[in-house]
């Protein structure tokens, strides 16, 4: 028996092993063995297993890890999708189909000892004083942990050991699963009776689950039609995880289980408790688990293998969930999916989202991807009929839609003398919701508390020594700091140019850092708190502001994205948008869908009681499209005007992005090699018809990290065709030492 193998280290083919006769029931495609390589071990994938090899002196597989395959057939043919898809070898996908405490040797279940007692013999051997006390205890409990044996009886496991010698008890090893939710105590839940809209959107969905997979289903490559996949645009709060969890209890009465995606920074304990307290309590439970990046590594593999064993049939957790072993699968959610965060930054560089429509299809599975906000992709595809469309117009509670006011911060400013930050009008909000005993939340996208430090007397700007950004300010620490690579100083007193050295140091640009010592100040009475990733240093402050809040210790909140999204406060009222443009000029061309969506989202914190919500955004460009559209909650009337600019200059979705970096420390070989490789594509302008190369250019991030960047994007509609002609291209691409180049098949961003 030969085992073809992909090895962790990247060298891109396969190599054969021969499989010792004991190991031979357990090795099958995908079972992640160690083998020897060189004068190394090495771990890798089984990916396909033969009975004899074109190579003659084959080394032996050393170990099988985990048992049993992990790789699961269906998941190997995800990987071996992705590498083609997104250009990158398949041990690099098969890296990222496993969580890192899967894939490694060290993690195992955790043991336990149990001791139990054997039934009494005729007569009770002779035992000592102290393991006669020992023996009653045991005798008393039948069975029970070791630990709590030696702490009951104040003895040592030697004792105990004595008396299995004697047989009269056995000890067993026996394993526990780390449950990182054992010590919540969440109450079971029960369907809410849904609306006409909510019932139409389950009706849809339940009648494609019904109908099971698709009789093609399986067939790698073959691809559906789609049929199953709906796109379920909701306003925030109309109630679209009811829906879910109503379709995923039929998809487990249909004796299929439901992978859940949730952004990162979505996947918050009351977001998992709502999955839970449906599923997971009470009589009939159903196991959930949950793959989050704050589990300890024994946790993941214990949730993890919980799926394997097909113990778990609902999984929530974030992108890398979409490579869950769920089997049979019934149903996949994608929660947010316009998230930019379900696209990987790192090789390999897939969409969750894209991966959920793809397994879908697959696997015969419902895909329900649900927004307030949908991607301009995904609508773009329900409105050609790839994807069917669900629509959830109204809230779910009755309450009604947040007032949505635009303040000028032109006029603001010529009204107040300097920049302000708080405009007149937001400023009274926030004073009426402190009398009247509610909370504002106000947003700002920016941490930190000035965005520069300039000096007007020579022009000086502290600039990041390794990036091409200048560094933000933060008082509380005094420091100047990168927020690109990290990179962090004093900050000075006084100017660091030595022919200068002036003193009327001036810190421009606005951080939330400084949002808070306004609101300090002209709030005195009001209890201020700030969450952003630099009030977040332990795990546990997270939560802690979050019930302060809850509980009305807090009265403003001040925070960056991370309070934009899923939080439900029913006593929030306020919600003020500080500096909307900030998102709306970056140079990309979906700054203003970003900005759009950041805004719809942020005002759905708003007025989720019985009290109306307000949202004040204060900007500059008050005229902009962008927020015009979001300001009358028109979601349509958006995705309308910005179709026409992208099919103007054939950006998604009506072509998709290949985009090339190379980086380098020498600018000047980095652009070399740029200009060389966009030559090496030309011959492709021939074969892709509708193919259009734009570059190379420095990238709008020029250097990052000590790095150069330059960039070439293509365009195209048949990213198939252009992907492979592109791992074609790179394989054999030589590059110097010192250059290295990257492709990201639809990048979310084009930093
Ligand atoms: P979304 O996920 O669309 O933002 P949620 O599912 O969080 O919305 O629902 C918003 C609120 O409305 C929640 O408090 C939820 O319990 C409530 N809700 C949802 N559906 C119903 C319903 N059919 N009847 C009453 N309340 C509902
Ligand atoms: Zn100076
Ligand atoms: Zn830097």
């Avoid at 399986?218 to 709060?237: I, K, N």
């Avoid at 504002?440 to 930190?448: A, M, P, V, Y």
């Avoid at 559209?629 to 005007?641: I, L, M, N, T």
Wanted: charged share 25%.
């Amino acid at each position: 028996m030969i085992a073809r193998v992909t090895l962790e280290i990247a060298l891109r083919r396969e190599f054969d092993y021969l499989v010792p006769e004991e190991l031979r029931d357990l090795v099958d495609v995908g079972t992640r063995v160690k083998v020897p390589f060189g004068h190394r071990q090495v771990l890798g994938v089984v990916t396909e297993v033969a009975d004899d090899s074109p190579h003659t002196n084959l080394k032996t597989v050393i170990r099988v890890i985990g048992g049993r395959s992990l790789v699961t057939p269906k998941i190997l043919e995800l990987a071996r999708w992705i590498a083609d898809y997104y250009c990158c070898p398949l041990e690099i996908a098969l890296k990222s189909v496993l969580p890192e405490s899967v894939r490694r040797e060290k993690e195992s279940w955790k043991k336990r000892l149990h001791v139990r007692a054997l039934t009494p013999a005729e007569e009770v051997p002779k035992l000592t004083k102290k393991q006669e006390y020992v023996w009653n205890i045991i005798e008393e409990w039948r069975e029970l942990p070791m630990a709590e044996l030696v702490r009951l009886g104040e003895t040592t496991p030697d004792t105990i050991r004595r008396l299995e010698d004697k047989g009269m008890v056995v000890i067993s090893e026996q394993t526990i699963d780390r449950d990182p939710y054992a010590n919540e105590q969440i109450l079971p839940t029960q369907p809410l009776a849904l609306n006409a809209e909510q019932a139409g959107a389950l009706a849809a969905v339940l009648a494609a689950l019904g109908e099971g997979p698709s009789a093609d289903a399986g067939a790698a490559g073959s691809g559906g039609r789609g049929a199953h996949t709906f796109l379920l645009h909701g306003v925030t709060g109309s109630g679209k995880t009811e829906v879910y969890l109503q379709a995923i209890a039929r998809c487990l009465e249909l004796g299929r289980g439901a992978i859940v995606l949730v952004p990162e920074i979505s996947l918050t304990p009351q977001t998992v408790e709502r999955f839970k307290a449906r599923f997971s309590s009470g009589p009939g439970r159903t196991l959930v688990a949950v793959l989050h990046s704050h589990l300890s590594a024994g946790e993941k593999h214990d949730e993890w293998h919980k799926i394997r064993q097909g113990r778990a049939r609902i999984v929530i957790g974030a992108r890398s969930a979409i490579f869950a072993p769920v089997d049979p699968l019934g149903l996949i959610i994608v929660d947010e999916e316009h998230e930019h965060s379900y696209k990987q930054e790192e090789a390999p560089r897939y969409h969750a989202r894209d991966l959920a429509v793809l397994r879908g299809q697959r696997e015969g599975a419902v895909v329900v991807l649900g927004s307030a906000t949908p991607s301009m992709e995904s609508y773009h595809n329900a409105v050609a009929g790839k994807y069917r469309l669900l629509e959830l117009p109204h809230r779910a509670d009755d309450a009604r839609m947040p007032v949505v006011r635009v303040v000028d911060m032109r006029q603001e400013t010529r009204r107040q003398k300097g920049s302000p930050i708080f405009s007149v009008q937001l400023r009274e909000a926030i004073l009426q919701r402190l009398e009247r005993k509610e909370q504002t939340i106000l947003f700002l996208n920016r941490r930190g508390y000035a965005t520069s430090m300039q000096c007007p007397a020579c022009g000086f700007v502290a600039e990041c020594p390794n990036c091409s950004v200048a560094l933000t300010f933060h008082r509380r620490e005094q420091k100047l700091k990168c927020h690109i690579c990290g990179y962090d100083s004093p900050a000075p007193a006084k100017c660091p140019e030595v022919k200068c050295g002036s003193r009327e140091i001036r810190f421009a640009g606005l951080g939330t850092e400084k949002v808070e010592d306004a609101l300090k100040q002209g709030f005195p009475q009001a209890n201020v708190s700030r969450m952003d990733s630099d009030t977040l240093k332990r795990k546990e402050d997270y939560r802690r502001i979050l019930t302060e809040f809850r509980v009305g210790k807090i009265d403003i909140l001040i925070g960056t994205q991370m309070i934009a999204k899923g939080l439900h406060f029913p006593n929030v009222t306020l919600v003020g948008i500080i500096y909307a443009d900030l998102s709306l000029h970056l140079p990309d061309f979906r700054a203003g869908e970003r900005t759009f969506q950041l805004l719809t989202q942020v005002a759905g914190r708003s007025g989720r009681g019985d009290i109306e919500g307000e949202v004040f955004v204060q900007s500059f460009t008050p005229f902009h499209p962008a927020i015009q559209y979001a300001r009358r909650h028109d979601f349509v009337g958006f995705y309308e005007q910005e179709l026409e600019f992208r099919q103007q200059l054939k950006y998604p979705p009506v072509s998709r992005i290949a985009m090339i970096t190379l980086k380098g420390r020498n600018e000047e070989k980095v652009a070399f090699l740029a200009e060389h490789l966009r030559k090496e594509m030309e011959p492709m302008l021939k074969e892709l018809e509708d193919l259009v190369i734009a570059g190379p250019a420095p990238a709008p991030l020029a250097r990052a990290e000590t790095f150069y960047r330059h960039q070439l994007m293509l365009r195209t509609r048949h990213m198939g065709s252009l992907s492979r002609r592109l791992s074609g291209l790179l394989q054999h691409l030589k590059l110097p030492d010192g250059v290295t180049a990257t492709v990201d098949i639809d990048p979310v961003s084009l930093f």
